[in-house]
């Protein structure tokens, strides 16, 4: 683990996988749920990394930390959403040719995979999704599209994304949902946030 | 019996509503949003009596105008501008009393860039997540003015909807003190980290000697910096991590990002260092062609 401070008031853990980062973002919900750190403002988890924002005094919170034992996730421990998904997105060939599969097989593996939600960002209620795995990684577009419609389902890194809203975009779009991921009426707002488990169910006509 | 308002009669190059923003929900994607010079939005409210945080108006290189539909304090700080009231000219940084159909006008910042309009007691905006900020980002919260707009204020004796929600720390910078508003060249306050290792020694050396210039691209999301690349030890992007308001980002093109409070939650370029919240007024008033340099602390 490794301590990067991000300013005199916030500070960056760095940690070597997303396993270890979704143990210590859960480790850090609930020691803040029994008192731990009450100036925190913002707790962002990343694939490899947990920014704790707002701990002016960085040695403390780090000897904290790692004072800790911090217990692994365990498998299964969140309940599974499922994601509608029509599997006709513009870049679903591409994809496809890039893993080796034929579109039928592409579609069968994305589905097939239970995905785990490693955080959020991007734009509110956007989920990087993790689960297609490494060597499977999906180079963005050379260009990026310049509106991307709410519900499509793309693919950027090792992550499959969901657009809550039409925005602009450069990763691979292999298909639409009509799963609404932002709501201001729900709480929270986002339908996933890290550490859901998803898997995506095939509706194309 | 309508309640008390004021009437936009020039919007401005763009003028949003903006209070202390919506902390605490990054995690979903949200940015923190909120007044770019924080201490101005204070002492605008300070001066028009409001609570601290009541939503105000931020203007942009242009200023704003506005009529009053009812009897009201009006406070600007900020920016340095040419203030009047039905033409005539009043104080920058004062309470002005304003009477029913008198129209308040802030002129073209000279130097900065934005003005924090206050009128007595707040506007009413209903909150979103907590906050009547306007989020440029991520389209949270109200639109940007038009001409013709009318805004509800707050009623004193039912304290604004915004400033009373929730017991969620209402102003992250609160406390952050008033930087005069630069004209020629900025320094800005720097501390190294968390991806400084990602430069190489002539690099840490560029970033404390070289100079970058503001560049028109800037905007509430990012003050966007030209100059030269400062040399890397390495190359590539980053896992996606979270941002912090005053991060720079290292662009592979040379450019230096420092984001402001719209910010994306996450970033995958390599954060070398984070501005000191001091810094941050300066930087909502650095002006397109402003020189900047980098003091490391």
Redesign the interface.
């Known amino acids: 683990m490794k301590f990067?401070?991000?300013?005199?008031?916030?500070l960056?853990v760095e940690v070597d996988s997303l396993d270890q980062a979704r143990a210590l973002h859960a480790e850090i919900a609930r020691q803040r749920a029994a008192g731990w750190a009450p100036?925190l403002?913002?707790?962002?988890?990343?694939?490899?990394?947990?920014?704790l924002?707002?701990v002016p005094d960085h040695g403390r919170a780090a000897r904290d930390i790692r004072s800790w034992t911090i217990p692994p996730v365990p498998a299964g421990s969140r309940p599974v959403t499922e994601i509608h998904c029509r599997y006709d997105g513009p870049d679903l060939p591409a994809v496809a040719a890039q893993w080796q599969l034929s579109v039928p097989e592409a579609v069968r593996l994305h589905t097939s995979i239970e995905h785990e939600v490693a955080?959020?960002?991007?734009?509110?209620?956007?989920p990087?999704i993790a689960g297609i795995g490494r060597g499977r990684e999906v180079a963005r577009r050379d260009s990026p599209r310049s509106a991307i419609p709410a519900g499509s389902v793309a693919l950027g890194g090792e992550y499959t994304g969901i657009y809550p809203?039409a925005s602009p975009g450069g990763w691979q779009v292999i298909g639409q949902t009509t799963a609404v991921m932002w709501d201001?009426r729900r709480d929270?707002?986002?339908l996933l946030?890290?550490g859901d488990r998803v898997r995506f169910i095939d509706v194309t006509p | 019996m309508t309640g008390r308002s004021i009437q936009v009669a020039r919007p401005g190059a763009l003028t949003t509503i903006q209070d202390c923003g919506r902390?605490?929900?990054?995690?979903?994607?949200?940015p923190?949003s909120g007044a770019l010079d924080a201490p101005a939005h204070h002492r605008a409210n300070q001066l028009a009596g409001n609570p601290p945080g009541a939503p105000v108006l931020e203007t942009t290189l242009t200023g704003v105008a506005v009529t009053a539909r009812a009897a009201v304090t009006a406070a600007v700080t900020g920016a340095h501008a040419a203030v009047r009231l039905d033409g005539r000219p009043v104080g920058l940084g004062t309470a002005v009393a304003m009477a029913p159909g008198q129209t308040l006008d802030v002129g073209p910042a000279r130097p900065g860039v934005r003005s924090y309009v206050a009128f007595s007691v707040g506007l009413r905006v209903p909150p979103?997540?907590g906050s009547a900020s306007t989020d440029l980002?991520?389209?949270?919260g109200p639109a940007r003015l038009t001409a013709g707009d009318v805004l509800e204020l707050g009623d004193a004796a039912a304290p604004d909807a915004a400033a009373a929600a929730g017991s969620r720390?209402r102003c992250?910078q609160a406390g952050v003190p008033a930087a005069p508003v630069p004209g020629e060249r900025a320094e800005l306050l720097i501390?190294l980290?968390?991806?400084d290792d990602w430069l190489s020694d002539a690099g840490l050396a560029a970033l404390r000697d070289d100079a970058w210039t503001v560049s028109p691209q800037s905007n509430r999301v990012a003050l966007r910096l030209a100059g030269a690349a400062p040399p890397r030890s390495r190359s590539g992007e980053l896992?996606?991590?979270?941002?912090?308001a005053?991060?720079i980002e290292a662009l592979p093109d040379g450019q230096l990002v420092v984001f402001l409070a719209d910010h994306?939650?996450?970033g995958g370029y390599p954060?070398i260092a984070?501005?000191?919240?001091r810094s941050l007024p300066v930087c909502a008033q650095a002006r397109p062609g402003l020189t900047v340099t980098f003091r490391i602390?």
């Open positions: 990067r401070p991000a300013g005199p008031s916030a960056l100036s403002l913002d707790v962002i988890p990343g694939a490899c990394t947990v920014l924002d707002g955080f959020c960002g991007f734009a509110p209620g956007f990087y809203r201001l929270p707002a986002a946030v890290a | 902390p605490g929900y990054a995690h979903l994607g949200v923190r979103v997540l980002l991520s389209g949270l720390p992250p501390h980290g968390p991806r896992p996606s991590e979270g941002l912090v005053g991060a994306p939650t996450t954060v984070v501005l000191d919240p602390a």
